[in-house]
C-alpha cells in the first residue's frame, strides 16, 4: 500500500488536466516584471528565480475577491513548507502593481511575491479568462486560475488548472516535492 502511494505520488508532477495550456516539458517563458512582497514593489525576473532553484507560479484571476484572497492565505501558511523542498512561491494577476502592493501585505502576510501580469505574459502561459465588458463597456483583464511548478532549468514540470483555489496549494507541494525526491 505505501509503495502504491509513493509510486503515485511520483507521478503526480508529470499529470496535467486537458485543459492546461503549457503542458509538462514545455520551456516557460521568461518575463520581467513589477512585483510585490511585503507591500514593498521591485522588479522580478523569472530566470534570476530559477537560479534559486523551483518556482511555483501561481495565476490568480483579482487580488481581494473571495477565492484569491482564501488562496493566497493558503499560499501563506505553507510557504516555509515550499522553501523546506526548495521552491520559491510567486502569485501573478493582471492587477496593477498598487493593487498588488496592498495584497502583498493584506492576504499574502509578506511571505511571498505578487506580480504583475500583463499580456504577454498572460499570452505567454495562456492563463487568460474571457469576462465580458462590464457596465462601462470596457473588457477587464484577468487570469485563469492556474498553478504551473517550474524547473530550475525553466520547463514545465507540473500544471493545475482549476478556477476552485481548494487543490492548488496541495498538488503544486506535491509536485515540488516529488521534483525533490526525483534529484
Do not use: W
Request: hydrophobic share 50%; charged share 20%.
Amino acid at each position: 500500500m505505501r509503495l502504491a502511494l509513493f509510486a503515485a505520488a511520483l507521478t503526480l508532477p508529470f499529470a496535467a488536466p486537458l485543459s492546461a495550456a503549457l503542458a509538462p516539458g514545455a520551456k516557460a517563458p521568461d518575463f520581467t516584471t513589477q512585483a510585490a512582497i511585503a507591500g514593498k514593489a521591485f522588479t522580478l525576473n523569472l530566470r534570476s528565480q530559477l537560479r534559486k532553484g523551483p518556482v511555483v507560479l501561481y495565476f490568480f484571476p483579482a487580488a481581494f475577491t473571495g477565492g484569491c484572497n482564501a488562496e493566497a492565505k493558503a499560499f501563506a501558511d505553507a510557504v516555509d513548507d515550499f522553501k523546506a523542498a526548495g521552491a520559491t512561491v510567486i502569485g501573478m494577476s493582471a492587477d496593477g502593481i498598487d493593487k498588488l502592493q496592498e495584497f502583498s501585505k493584506a492576504h499574502c502576510a509578506g511571505r511571498f511575491a505578487v506580480a504583475s501580469a500583463g499580456p504577454r505574459v498572460i499570452q505567454g502561459f495562456d492563463v487568460a479568462l474571457n469576462r465580458p465588458a462590464g457596465a462601462d463597456g470596457k473588457a477587464r483583464t484577468m487570469t485563469t486560475r492556474t498553478s504551473y511548478v517550474i524547473d530550475r532549468a525553466g520547463r514545465i514540470a507540473f500544471v493545475h488548472s482549476d478556477m476552485n483555489p481548494a487543490d492548488h496549494v496541495r498538488t503544486t507541494l506535491a509536485a515540488v516535492r516529488g521534483l525533490a525526491l526525483a534529484r
